[in-house]
């Protein structure tokens, strides 16, 4: 069985141990992992019986998958710290939001086989989206390790590299968009009279049963939304005011925001 590194051992990187483990992806004794606050991985080695290592060195020398998941703005050094201990057999998977494939291979060198990974937080409850493409020297074996590792955290989809960025601003960040709603649905819940006490359940099971309405109907959104609104109705009412408001327009703006900071974290880190 493969031995599979992660290196970060934050919410993400934990989300993968425990959802491979659960799968029966790697064997615990298979799985090493490190962070840059040591105690960090410690405590997520004891919990999930997997070995905790000190260096991002010594975790890529041991796996036959090495799974960055650090914050993009220090991909770079973690590059330069594993480099002596990349070889050709080795398959290189990043999450880090940004950082492209070429980025990676041109630090690690020797035809390093690099999938690039966008996944979400809803992975921490096995509901990802997840993106995956390949790197120039990756083959389609890697894309299928890649795929069977993150389908234990949801959905996985595969793009062409140049739509990664879009795919981050889009369910990268998404899961924040509908955070923000959430908080503003409850507060205005409570300003209409509800309880601060039922507000926030109540809120949490619209969302999450028109989620599941959106996933498992054959319709789109735009006819559920439709078949939601009644004609001088209450919705009706509520989705004039959205409109009214720039409800569209400012999504557009928010999904473009995100993708030129997308961008940018990329040019800053390649420099």
């Known amino acids: 069985m493969a031995q599979i590194g992660i290196i970060g051992a934050g919410n993400m990187g934990a989300a993968i141990v425990r959802g491979t483990l659960q799968r029966g992806l790697f064997e615990p004794e298979n799985v090493a992992l490190c962070d840059v606050i040591a105690e960090k991985a410690h405590v997520l080695a004891r919990e999930l019986h997997v070995r905790a290592l000190e260096t ?33 057999s080795k ?6 939001a940004g950082i492209t494939t070429g980025f990676i291979e041109q630090r690690l060198g020797k035809d390093v086989r690099v999938v690039r990974v966008m996944p979400n937080t809803p992975a921490l409850v096995g509901a990802g989206a997840t993106a995956i493409c390949a790197g120039s020297n990756a083959v ?26 879009a795919v981050t601003a889009v369910s990268g960040s998404g899961p924040a ?3 923000l709603f959430a908080e503003s649905l409850q507060e205005a819940a409570i300003e209409v009279g509800l309880p601060e006490s039922e507000a926030p359940g109540l809120v949490a099971q619209t969302l999450f049963g028109a989620s599941k309405l959106l996933m498992e ?5 735009a006819t559920l939304r439709e ?33 030129l900071r997308a961008k940018e974290l990329g040019g800053v880190t390649s420099k």
Request: hydrophobic letters at 50%; charged letters at 25%; one cysteine or more.
């Open 177 to 179: 968009y509908l955070f």
């Open 56 to 88: 991002a060195f010594e975790v890529t020398r041991e796996a036959s998958i090495v799974l960055i998941a650090v914050k993009p703005q220090v991909m770079g050094e973690c590059l330069e710290d594993i480099k002596e201990a990349v070889e050709r």
């Open 227 to 259: 078949k939601v609104t009644s004609p001088g109705g209450t919705t009706e009412a509520a989705l004039a005011i959205f409109a009214d408001r720039g409800f569209e327009q400012s999504v557009l703006a928010a999904v473009k925001g995100a993708l």
């Open 140 to 165: 389609d074996n890697d894309l299928d390790e890649a795929e069977k590792i993150f389908a234990a955290l949801g959905k996985v989809y595969r793009f062409d590299e140049t739509l990664i960025d």
């Open 217 to 221: 109907s054959s319709d789109t959104a």
């Open 91 to 96: 398959l290189i998977i990043s999450i880090a």
